[in-house]
């Protein structure tokens, strides 16, 4: 079939006519006005011949007047990609030769420079896509524009927006003048622009039933003729919206703070690597005497905070609470929450009806007591937590009696009571007070740049450890130098895991820090042991360093020097102005030296049993995949443990579940942005803050350690491939320790999220690198090879 008409189109005829051809013939099968028109199927284009005899008797039909030509690929308007713009429109088409004509063009455009980056941006195999082309009588409008049923700045499920310009639609979606907009939120309007009020309200009736209709917001073209008749040009998904918040079923609305760059990861986690991180964060929590509901929100991590911020009690603290983990940007959109009059206290509530509140009696003494013990202690703090850390590693791993699917699920069902936590996270946490006290302590007597010098180069952190490992594996590498440089990651990985890679100590490296990796939260990422690629592309960047006093252990000693030195400097000052306070600055400030360097241990000890966890997984995976449930071992990361247990024990087939959920994780693995905090409605609470001045230039975000420096920008998104010259200011999302290897060459950290006691800008003060946390949009705002300079100081980021 060659032409079809467009009243016979089907949403299920995609693969036939293309993507924005069966939502138009979905509109008229709906009842809605859309100009007359025919397709010109993607058999014709396979085939490479224009039906030229076809096309002009289905003109003929049309009433051979004008046309408008547009493409309708079958990688086109679909529920994550749009391909907006990147094929061809062709208006005004008169006659059949042009009408030929303007059909091939639309075809030549499946494959401009574009629409191919377009599809490669996004996986599409080029080979896989068909275009067909669509003819429609054209509408001669007076005004024409874009409906958008949900807000697509703010993410605002309860608005649309309305684009309008005098004229063609074309002017609109291609930018090419001033438009008049609108945001419908159910407030009465007057008559302003070109659009009347009553048009408006026609305009949110149709966004209402499309929305209905299709399931999910849409992005509407329209245009209205001399006669005042709505036309339909278009409907297709808003591909750009951050998945909604699961419904609450309460009126008022809720708000859901993004927990995972807590841990350096903005990309989706897996439903295996989900339902663990939910239990644990859950139990994290619960140890500190707070309850808050852990949800899924396109992949991500959210906690739905709403009864801390409408509980009397918790509100008071909420916002400074977040200052050591969630930084400055969580706090931003908090304050703003609290001043909402939505989130108002709730009479009477002090919170604990809600399952909020303070912490219990019970864990207030134990925090006490813990913090106060490794103040008073350190060293002995030290090693009670490496004890039992090195207890947590040894028990984790399964007894080799484990030889069935059933008995490894029975080993990830148990649950161990022993409670190591309070030997953990009591230093840790006493270390973190001791960092964050001293900033208010000496408030007006030392600025936070000094402040961050005293906490360089700090000793005890495994991460630091862990890096300064790999530096000296690259010290000791001798002959094999040029091989280890000219040979691409990815293939010195496989080489090591073939045991084919000669013997430069990677065996013992994995041995200690194979547990590890980028995104080594989620129990469904590989370890650096199962690929290493992202070990021997860091071991490439450190042998690019060619001079030993930009080493990572001489700029270690060096900021550890400068800590020690800032330190004795700070106490004599502020002991001179304010004695009790120099002294109390002081002490804490020395507690933080021995105590702040174990934040990371935590995690650490975390990883263990995590890795143990996937172990099993991987193998009961396989035992699935030979019984036919499953297409591959690591398919079980797209399961829930109740799903699994549904497969070992009644051969449930999850085949179609795991293929669904793995195409929505491969669309989510490519968004950009990640919304600080959400409201029910869908709400991006940061887009709706006031905006911060900046000079040209200049990107303003939170200094989170002190230094200048200037350098080529290197923008990285995955750190298994970064190569990073010595002297290069790395600039990213986010960064977890799995990064901090690229810190080494680095000069400078720009990052889009972070706290100031997070893992990148601690690990950037323990190198002496300056850093600037919270730029928001700093991957997409500064282009790999510009030359910045990062005040870590001021927390300015200026593009040259």
């Keep these: 079939m060659s032409v079809i008409a467009l009243s016979e189109v089907t949403a299920e005829m995609v693969d036939l006519v293309g993507g924005k051809a069966a939502g138009l013939g979905e509109l008229i099968r709906r009842g809605e006005r859309v100009p007359e028109g025919f397709c010109v199927t993607t058999e014709a284009h396979r085939r490479g011949v224009v039906p030229a005899a076809e096309i002009i008797a ?14 309708s690929a079958t990688a086109e308007d679909l529920p994550d990609a749009s391909f907006a713009g990147q094929q061809d429109t062709v208006l005004n088409v008169t006659g059949g030769a042009e009408l030929i004509a303007a059909i091939g063009r639309c075809w030549e455009s499946l494959h401009s420079d574009r629409a191919t980056a377009y599809r490669e941006a996004r996986h599409i195999e080029h080979r896989e896509v068909r275009m067909a082309v669509i003819v429609q009588r054209m509408v001669t409008p007076t005004a024409a524009g874009v409906l958008f049923t949900a807000n697509p700045l703010t993410g605002c499920r309860d608005e649309m927006a309305v684009d309008a310009a005098p004229g063609l639609g074309t002017t609109v979606v291609d930018g090419a003048t001033a438009v008049d907009h609108y945001v419908l939120d159910g407030v009465a309007r007057h008559d302003t622009g070109c659009l009347t009020a009553a048009h408006l309200e026609r305009l949110r009736a149709t966004g209402e039933r499309l929305q209905d209709h299709f399931g999910c917001p849409q992005d509407v073209e329209w245009a209205i003729d001399a006669d005042d008749v709505l036309w339909l040009l278009q409907s297709r998904p808003i591909t750009s919206l951050f998945p909604l918040p699961p419904a609450t079923g309460k009126p008022l609305p809720r708000v859901f703070l993004e927990f995972g760059h807590v841990q350096g990861m903005l990309q989706p986690v897996t439903p295996m690597g989900m339902a663990t991180l939910r239990a644990q964060i859950t139990a994290m929590l619960a140890a500190l005497g707070v309850r808050v509901e852990i949800v899924d929100i396109g992949g991500r991590l959210y ?17 400074k609470l977040m200052a050591v983990d969630f930084g400055p940007r969580a706090q931003a959109v908090m304050q703003h929450v609290l001043a909402d009059p939505r989130f108002a206290p709730t009479s009477g ?164 820090y194979g547990h590890r990796g980028v995104a080594e939260v989620d129990v469904g990422v590989p370890r ?14 450190y042998l690019r360093v060619t001079d030993p006093g930009q080493g990572p252990d001489q700029r270690f000693h060096r900021a550890a ?43 650490f000890a975390g990883l263990y049993p995590l890795r143990e966890r996937r172990r099993q997984l991987l193998l009961i995976g ?13 398919d079980i990361m797209f399961l829930t443990l109740d799903e699994v247990r549904a497969a070992v024990h009644q051969d449930v087939d999850h085949r179609g579940a ?71 200011v790395l600039v990213a999302a986010t960064t977890d320790p799995g990064w901090t290897p690229l810190f080494l060459t680095a000069a400078a950290l720009v990052t889009e999220t972070g706290a100031i006691m997070a893992h990148g800008p601690t690990v950037a003060r323990e190198y002496g690198i300056p850093a600037v946390i919270c730029v928001p949009d700093a991957t997409r705002t500064i282009s790999t090879g510009q030359l910045v300079t990062v005040d870590g100081g001021a927390g300015v980021v200026t593009v040259h």
């Design 58 to 71: 289905a003109y003929g039909r049309l009433g051979a007047g004008p046309v408008a030509v547009r493409s």
């Design 561 to 603: 020097a400068a800590a020690e030195t800032a330190l004795g400097e700070l106490v004599t000052r502020t002991r001179r102005r304010r004695p009790v306070r120099g002294r109390v600055a002081g002490f804490l400030l020395r507690r933080a030296r021995s105590l702040a360097g174990l934040r990371e241990a935590g995690k």
């Design 528 to 541: 650096w042991a199962e690929d290493p690629t992202p070990v021997f592309a860091a071991l490439a960047n």
């Design 622 to 634: 396989a035992d699935l995949t030979g019984a036919g449930l499953l297409e591959q071992p690591d």
């Design 303 to 319: 906690g739905d905070l709403t009864d801390l911020a409408r509980s009397r009690s918790s509100r008071r603290r909420l916002v």
């Design 349 to 512: 509530g002090t919170g604990r009806g809600a399952g909020q509140g303070a912490a219990s009696l019970r864990t207030a003494g134990r925090a006490v007591v813990g913090i106060v013990r490794a103040l008073a202690r350190p060293d002995a703090a030290r090693i009670r937590m490496f004890e039992a850390i090195e207890q947590l590693r040894v028990r984790s791993v399964a007894t080799d009696d484990l030889r069935t699917a059933a008995d490894r699920l029975r080993f990830l069902e148990a649950r161990d009571d022993r409670d190591d936590s309070d030997a953990i996270m009591w230093p840790i946490v006493a270390g973190m007070l001791a960092a964050a006290m001293p900033a208010t302590l000496l408030k007006g007597v030392a600025d936070p740049g000094e402040i961050h010098a005293v906490l360089g180069g700090m000793p005890h952190n495994v991460t630091i450890e862990m890096d300064l490992a790999l530096w000296r594996l690259a010290q000791g590498v001798g002959e094999h130098r040029r091989l280890l440089l000219d040979t691409p990651p990815d293939e010195l990985a496989a080489r090591h895991l073939a045991a084919t890679l000669p013997d430069i100590g990677m065996a013992d490296f994995l041995d200690a």
């Design 658 to 728: 795991v293929a669904s959920r793995r195409a929505v994780h491969r669309r989510e693995l490519r968004r950009r942005s990640v919304p600080v905090a959400l409201l029910s409605d869908g709400t991006d609470v940061e887009t709706v803050l006031p905006a911060a001045s900046a000079l040209d230039g200049t990107l303003l975000g939170v200094g989170a350690s002190a230094g200048r420096v200037t350098g080529p920008a290197r923008v990285v998104r995955d750190p298994a491939t970064a190569h990073v010259e010595p002297g290069d």
